[in-house]
């Protein structure tokens, strides 16, 4: 797994914090210095807590479950609608519908009303239907499509959420918790990182920033999903293998079975004619 390096975060300005007025004092231990009212995140506790977080998304993937990436700041959304969806991971970069996570069943039935419209285009009474009632039913959709889309495949509750900006993100950050969802954020020196299990003190606000972290945990993920891959293609010869020594097992005992059996009627006829012996040595 490839790890970030000093100076790609030095060049991605991944050290460039918020105003020192506008500091959090739980961020202190991730803080290096201040230069010019502004303060400078430590790159090296950067570098750690990201390859820390990678090495668990990286498990999490890697056992088939789904991580949700929630960022709506403008400059994130197009970065991680690219990024979680080249790993067919959901993603939320438009409105936060609040009770997501914490009211999941009431989101599965918008999906499936989404599911069920497409359902209804295709059929008959679709083209019954007078040119108004289309119009609301295809808004309808797209207003479904543009906030739910991305999460369709989410027929669960997500086993991890990655965020950038806890500030921002706030609500979908205490849904998580609520839920004992593990976080992994971006958390920059004006957020609070007490409540984020996996913090990765960095710049949220540059997008040079944002797509480095966000693709070095998307590798993460891709190498997770491949062992996942190469673990299933190795057990499936195993389990034919298996399969095959089963049968063969079956095979040999029935034919020792069957020999037994032969064994059995042989020594049974060879008793009886024994038997016919004696009693005519008794007659004569």
């Known amino acids: ?52 977080a990678a090495a668990a998304l990286k498990q999490i993937a890697k056992s088939g479950r789904k991580i949700l990436f929630v960022a709506t700041k403008k400059q994130a959304k197009d970065i991680i609608a690219d990024k979680a969806g080249s790993v067919n991971m959901p993603y939320v970069v438009e409105r936060w519908p609040g009770g997501m996570l914490t009211n999941f069943p009431t989101i599965r039935k918008a999906v499936k009303k989404m599911t069920s419209i497409d359902r209804m285009m295709g059929e008959q009474s679709w083209i019954s239907l007078s040119k108004r009632e289309k119009l609301q039913i295809t808004r309808q959709r797209a207003k479904l499509e543009k906030t739910l889309g991305s999460i369709a495949d989410l027929n669960r509750l997500p086993a991890a959420m990655f965020v950038v900006d806890v500030m921002k993100e706030q609500i979908a950050v205490k849904e998580a918790v609520r839920l004992n969802i593990p976080v992994f954020a971006m958390v920059d020196t004006n957020s609070d990182p007490r409540l984020i299990d996996f913090v990765i003190p960095a710049n949220d606000d540059a997008s040079k920033s944002i797509e480095l972290i966000v693709g070095s945990m998307v590798e993460a993920i891709k190498e997770g999903l491949s062992e996942r891959k190469a673990d299933k293609d190795n057990e499936a010869p195993a389990k034919d293998k298996a399969t095959k020594g089963g049968r063969k097992g079956e095979g040999r005992a029935r034919v020792k079975a069957r020999k037994e059996e032969e064994a059995d009627d042989e020594a049974v006829a060879e008793l009886a004619d024994d038997s016919d012996d004696s009693v005519s040595e008794a007659d004569e």
Do not use: C, S
């Open 1 to 52: 797994m490839p790890k970030l390096e000093f100076q790609q975060l030095l060049d991605a300005g991944v050290h460039f914090g918020h105003l020192k007025r506008k500091w959090n004092p739980a961020m202190a231990p991730y803080i290096f210095m201040e230069r010019n009212g502004i303060h400078i995140i430590d790159l090296h506790k950067t570098a750690v807590k990201a390859d820390e």
